[in-house]
């Protein structure tokens, strides 16, 4: 099944930008997904085809108007789901990416301005409102493209190999674990004697131990989760990696 994307944007010509290139790219000349974009602009009622006004009560900047962004979202397929991309929607996740690519495709709809006239999603309520985290864009555009690269790169077939896409971080609730490969040296630094052991299953338990720690360290959030879910305590001490992997 063909993985379909549309993206209502007042900038169409941003894409597929990143994603016409390189696996994505071939996959998209393989037909393994669709793209097609709307322009909200089209959708304006007046001859100026204004999509913004100032913002009820005052204040900087436009908020896109209510009306026209109904009328593009009416326009398109309503059997997949709708992203709206605000720094106000929950910040999405790798389990929700899995979700989409099981299902017919996504369509992303990418807010500018001040954003989006609030009554959209009370019309609307089945539009879903996402972020990629707590970061300020310029515009949905170059949030939709990530969400569609991660779609993508998990379709059969984009990423070759059947591994590639499994360990990667956030796929098994962590980080991934580090990576290296030659030269064997480098600015005098080695790579871990157990990466050249040649025994898979204590490089398999060097990179769990790893990936637990990096997580434990770096995201707190992540681990907690985690280790909730196993039935593990949040904090507290770990087993160090012994000298010898290092």
């Known amino acids: 099944m063909t993985f379909a994307a549309t993206v209502l944007t007042l ?40 999509v913004d006004d100032t913002p009820a009560g005052g204040g900087a900047g436009m908020v896109l108007k209510a009306d026209v962004l109904a009328a593009a979202f009416d326009s398109v397929a309503s059997d997949r789901p709708v992203l709206a991309m605000t720094p106000r929607g929950k910040p999405i996740a790798q389990d929700r990416i899995r979700e989409l690519v099981a299902g017919r495709g996504v369509t992303i709809l990418c807010g500018r301005f001040e954003g989006f006239d609030e009554r959209l999603f009370e019309a609307r309520p089945e539009i879903e409102q996402v ?9 949905g555009e170059p949030a939709a493209l990530a969400i569609l690269d991660a779609c993508i790169r998990l379709l059969p077939g984009v990423m070759g190999a059947p591994l590639s896409g499994a360990e990667e971080s956030f ?22 004697e157990v990466l050249r052991s040649g025994d898979h299953a204590r490089i398999a338990a060097w990179r769990k131990s790893q990936a637990e720690t990096d997580t434990r360290l770096r995201r707190p959030d992540l681990w907690e989760r985690y280790s909730g879910a196993r039935g593990q305590p949040a904090s507290g001490a770990r087993r160090e990696t012994k000298e010898s992997d290092q």
Request: glycine share 12%; charged share 30%.
């Open 131 to 139: 972020s990629l985290g707590d970061v300020i864009l310029s515009g």
């Open 171 to 192: 796929e098994e609730g962590l980080l991934e674990y580090p990576q290296y490969t030659r030269p064997f040296e480098w600015e005098g630094r080695t790579i871990p």
């Open 11 to 50: 900038y169409p010509e941003m894409f597929p930008g990143p994603l016409g290139i390189s696996l994505a790219g071939r996959a998209l000349e393989r037909g393994d997904w669709t793209l097609e974009t709307v322009q909200i602009r089209d959708f304006a009622r007046d001859k100026h085809r204004t």
